[in-house]
């Protein structure tokens, strides 16, 4: 049992390249989340999914686009990265249960220069 | 829309001493959820305590413990017994079941001196 896997753990990219994240999960969770965390900031969400084939806009989601084709898989797409985007994503996964406890993958450290 | 405020952006202690983070939020609801969540150097976000707004009585786990204010709309974390391993980034959250989303304060680095 894997829990939240993202890849990759670490990107460097030039200002106005492409790049997608991935999240997966096996703990069968409807719930999919991407958020990003900056110094002082905390984590800001950026987009969500509460089912297959469903997505929805967060906090902060200018800039990215997300999918959710298959129920394990949530997508986090930057189409012209810029250097504001420099940041760390994690990915997090719940059941939707009352109190939805959220399980978080390791993190993806982007730069974008 | 809700809020979560962490006051203390850096807290330093002595391994042993107890010490207490603080979080205040603000919402319109009444059932509601509150986290604390422990971020180490790995990044890996950790989750410490829950707390149900419902339950007047204070969670613990462990050497961790929560002062809900329901009235007040404070949630403080006290750690007792502190360990090196205490050493992380703590957050607080909120979370409002008809949401399912999370929202999080901006954290306290927390420092724990042998």
């Known amino acids: 049992n894997a829990g939240v896997t993202q890849t990759p753990k670490f990107r460097v990219l030039k200002t106005g390249q492409s790049m997608t994240l991935l999240c997966a999960q096996d703990?069968?969770?409807?719930?999919m989340y991407w958020y990003r965390q900056d110094p002082g900031m905390g984590l800001r969400l950026i987009h969500y999914?509460?089912?297959?084939?469903?997505?929805a806009k967060g906090e902060v989601p200018d800039g990215y686009n997300v999918s959710r084709l298959k129920k394990q898989n949530f997508l986090l797409g930057l189409e012209s990265a810029a250097p504001s985007q420099t940041s760390v994503y994690f990915c997090?996964?719940?059941?939707?249960?009352?109190?939805?406890?959220?399980?978080f993958g390791p993190g993806t450290r982007l730069t974008v220069l | 829309a809700q809020t979560v405020t962490q006051s203390q952006p850096e807290m330093s202690v002595q391994e042993a001493e107890t010490v207490t983070l603080s979080c205040t939020y603000d919402?319109?609801?009444?059932?509601?959820?509150l986290f604390w969540y422990k971020q180490p150097p790995s990044r890996q976000m950790i989750l410490v305590i829950r707390?149900?707004?419902?339950?007047?009585q204070n969670a613990t786990e462990n050497r961790f413990s929560v002062n809900f204010q329901k009235a007040a709309k404070s949630f403080s974390l006290k750690i007792s017994d502190s360990q090196l391993g205490d050493t992380a980034m703590y957050f607080c959250?909120?979370?409002?079941?008809?949401?399912?989303?999370?929202?999080f304060g901006q954290g306290t680095r927390l420092t724990i001196n042998p």
């Open positions: 707390q149900e707004a419902y339950k007047q």
């Open positions: 959250a909120f979370i409002h079941p008809a949401s399912q989303k999370l929202v």
């Open positions: 999914s509460v089912g297959e084939g469903t997505t």
């Open positions: 919402t319109s609801e009444n059932n509601y959820y």
């Open positions: 997090a996964s719940g059941a939707g249960t009352v109190y939805n406890e959220q399980f």
């Open positions: 703990m069968n969770h409807e719930y």
